[in-house]
Antibody, heavy 120, light 107 residues
Framework: EVQLVESGGGLVQPGRSLKLSCAASGFTFSDYYMAWVRQAPTKGLEWVASISYDGGSTYYRDSVKGRFTISRDNAKSSLYLQMDSLRSEDTATYYC?????????????WGQGVMVTVSS | DIQMTQSPASLSASLGETVSIECLAS??????LAWYQQKPGKSPQLLIYYASSLQDGVPSRFSGSESGTQYSLEINSLQPEDEGDYFCQQSYKFPPTFGGGTKLELK
């Protein structure tokens, strides 16, 4: 059974940093692109970042480029999102997703989500 | 970026009814369209990929279709557990983009 379990969310002040983690199981992690998708409170879904099988290629939405860093550790079947210079508009639930199909992917499995609140 | 315009924003229907949700792509996405269901307080789940292929475990009352750049999700014989939010998403061109969502409420 595919499982994605996020951790690391919380309340953080604007301008500070936070690192999200996602532990994957039930599939061969290194065979898949992975991605983070977020959802602001009562809003829709928004793709944030994707990473290739070996971590050699990364992709970001414009609003987080230069502030967020996606990475992975295939030996630990883990995905990460380092978020720096956080802004109030980054407040959202962040979902770890398996991205079947590469960078323009269908997100076939989702974690339970982790809440990030950016507020002073 | 490809824009996905989803309608209606909300929908109210009775048990056993059939409903349809639409998604219009701003350009041709060649059937690279997925539908997700998000039940209250839960994470999204993939229902349909490539416009009309049912994800494993999804009931057959869900179906997808397309006509040009217009994509549709149909739910037959509505059940109580179908209440929630539905989103479309294009996977043809980077970056992947989502529709604004449809809130389905059971009367």
């Amino acid at each position: 059974e595919v499982q994605l379990v996020e951790s690391g969310g919380g309340l953080v002040q604007p301008g500070r940093s936070l690192k999200l983690s996602c532990a994957a199981s039930g599939f061969t992690f290194s065979d898949y692109y992975m991605a983070w998708v977020r959802q602001a409170p009562t809003k829709g879904l928004e793709w944030v970042a994707s990473i290739s099988y070996d971590g050699g290629s990364t992709y970001y939405r414009d609003s987080v480029k230069g502030r967020f860093t996606i990475s992975r550790d295939n030996a630990k079947s883990s995905l990460y999102l380092q978020m720096d210079s956080l802004r109030s508009e980054d407040t959202a639930t962040y979902y770890c997703t398996r991205a079947g199909g590469g960078i323009a992917a269908t997100f076939d499995y989702w974690g339970q989500g982790v809440m990030v609140t950016v507020s002073s | 970026d490809i824009q996905m315009t989803q309608s209606p924003a909300s929908l109210s229907a009775s048990l056993g009814e059939t409903v349809s949700i639409e998604c219009l792509a701003s350009e041709d996405i060649y059937s690279n369209l997925a539908w997700y269901q998000q039940k209250p307080g839960k994470s999204p789940q993939l229902l349909i990929y490539y416009a009309s292929s049912l994800q494993d475990g999804v009931p057959s009352r869900f179906s997808g279709s397309e006509s040009g750049t217009q994509y549709s999700l149909e739910i037959n014989s509505l059940q109580p557990e179908d209440e929630g939010d539905y989103f479309c998403q294009q996977s043809y061109k980077f970056p992947p983009t989502f529709g604004g969502g449809t809130k389905l409420e059971l009367k």
